[in-house]
Structure formats: C-alpha cells, structure tokens
C-alpha cells in the first residue's frame, strides 16, 4: 500500500514539474508556409509538430517510460551507503528531450533546454 502512495504521489509530482504549456493545453504551434515546395517532407514535419512546454500553471501531457533507481537518501546521501536509506523514486524518461520555456514576468524559473 506503501509503495502504491508513493508511486501516486510521484506522477503527481512529476507531471507537475515537468512541463506545461503555454494555453494550459498540450497545443501544437505551427508555422504558415507559403511555399511548402521549398521544404523536404522531414523538414516540413519538423516545422510542423513544435510544441512548446511552460512551467505552471500551464498544464501539459507528456509521454515517456515510467522508471526507478535506486538512490542513497539520508543520512549521507551516499557517503556512507551501509547507514543510508534506499530510495527508489519513480522517473518519467521522455521518448524525446523537451524545452521547458519561461513565461514573461516568471522572477522563479530560467529556460531549460533538452530536458
């Protein structure tokens, strides 16, 4: 019962601070083109499928693999591994990087890039 709170709670946690966007929707930005036969197919879909992630309020849907490892908690985090507590977080790796943009007037967070 234990494990299965602690796995809520970290999607919870996780989906809250990964990424969010713009429009509190998972909205794709695309670009007019006015001449697509300037540009290869693979060149097109790259134009086409950007989107971009904000941090919250904003909210988001993100895909990924759902994993754990095993970290060395307190009380030394890994300096004395026989007393140190083993965590096993939940961590959602990404199939893709994403970069998580900061809003006009955000003083808290920065720009991060292939996250």
Known sequence: MKKIIMLLITILLVFSLVACNQEAINEEITTDIVDST????????????????????????????????????????GENPDTDIQEYPFILQLDDPIDVLVQEGDLHNSDKFEV
């Open 38 to 77: 300037e540009f290869t197919e693979d060149e097109l879909g790259e134009v086409i499928n950007v989107v971009e992630y904000y941090f919250e309020p904003s909210v988001s849907t993100i895909e990924g693999i759902l994993i754990t490892r095993m970290y060395y908690g307190p009380p030394g985090y």
